[in-house]
Structure formats: structure tokens, C-alpha cells
């Protein structure tokens, strides 16, 4: 079964914001790191991995839990999975990357807890502009781009670094991102 929407603003509201998600998510600026392969991209193939991932995001909201960490971090791996395997002729060395996935599930949960639709996520969007603020006044420490890392050990250390930064403003990971995001 999927999502039941209460009346058609809530229907446009939430398509405006998973469309918006998945838009933030696969526009990468990193030439070295883009979403696809572009010897062999389709048109019909790009539609149809976003189509997916409109899907998948429709049903984490159905399946959303905002205090497990665990069952988040496996979505995030999940839709990576999922679209590497099924899409990798049109993705760039045949992978949908952790970083990008976070980046869209991440962003969506925000949108969703903004408009009161689920409680406050457990992570936030990670990005530059984030990046940026975790590394701020720590030395030795680094973080590889959003759009490069496929390895969950990396995300987990940009969980890490903001749990750090939200515990010395006393609130959760997604009330600091809140307030540090529009902070350039």
C-alpha cells in the first residue's frame, strides 16, 4: 500500500518536495564526480531512476521511524544499492554513491519534519556548506566531498562530527543543520 495523502495540497506539497530532494541530490558541481556516465546515458533510463527514487522516498515515509539510527542508515545504503544495481550502466563508475544518497533521503526528511510530518530526523543533509561547518575550528580533520564518498564509514564520521557540533549547542543534528545551513 502506498502513501495515503490527505487532500491534494498535501499531494502537491510533499511531490513539490521529493522532486526538489532528488534535484538537490543529483545536481553535482564536481566534474570529477557527476551523477552519470554519459557514454551510455538514456534519457528514458535518467526518468526512470528518478522515478525510484520517488518511490523509495514515498515509502521510508510510510516506514519512518526518527529515532532509528540504524534503520536510517540502511535506507541510505539500500537506495544506494538498489539504483547502482539496477541503473549502473548510466551511473558514474556504475554507482549511486552513499554521499548522494544521504544527500536525497537527508534533505527529504528535513522538508517532511519542517511541514510536521515526522518528528525531527536523526541526521541531517550533508554538504558542502555543512562540511564547511563541522570542520570549522578542528584541526587535522577532514571530510571527503559529498558528492565523491561511497563508503558508509565516511558518512558515519560526518554523523559524528555534527552529533559533536549539536551536543555544544544542546539540540539534535537537525536543529544545528537548521541554523548552520543558511550561516555561509
Given amino acids: 500500500m502506498g502513501y495515503i495523502y490527505k487532500d491534494k495540497k498535501e499531494e502537491f506539497l510533499i511531490n513539490e518536495m521529493i522532486q526538489s530532494s532528488i534535484s538537490s541530490g543529483l545536481q553535482t558541481r564536481n566534474q570529477d564526480f557527476p551523477i552519470y556516465n554519459y557514454d551510455n546515458f538514456q534519457l528514458s533510463d535518467a526518468r526512470n531512476l528518478r522515478r525510484d527514487i520517488y518511490d523509495y522516498l514515498l515509502n521510508y515515509l510510510l516506514q519512518y521511524i526518527s529515532n532509528n539510527e540504524e534503520q536510517h542508515i540502511e535506507k541510505i545504503k ?7 544495481r539496477k541503473y549502473k550502466q548510466i551511473l558514474h563508475k556504475g554507482r549511486f554513491r552513499i554521499g548522494v544518497s544521504q544527500k536525497i533521503i537527508n534533505l527529504f526528511l528535513k522538508h ?4 510536521g510530518k515526522i518528528g525531527e530526523p536523526i541526521h541531517c543533509p550533508f554538504d558542502n556548506i555543512i562540511k564547511i561547518k563541522l570542520l570549522k575550528g578542528l584541526k587535522g580533520v577532514s571530510l571527503t566531498d559529498w558528492t565523491e564518498f561511497d563508503q558508509m564509514n565516511i558518512y558515519k564520521k560526518y554523523v559524528q562530527l555534527a552529533k559533536n557540533k549539536a551536543l555544544e549547542y544542546n539540540c539534535g543534528i537537525a536543529v544545528w543543520e537548521l541554523e548552520n545551513w543558511k550561516n555561509r
Fill in 112 to 115: 517532511m519534519w519542517i511541514i
Fill in 78 to 84: 539500500n537506495l544506494s544499492t538498489l539504483l547502482s
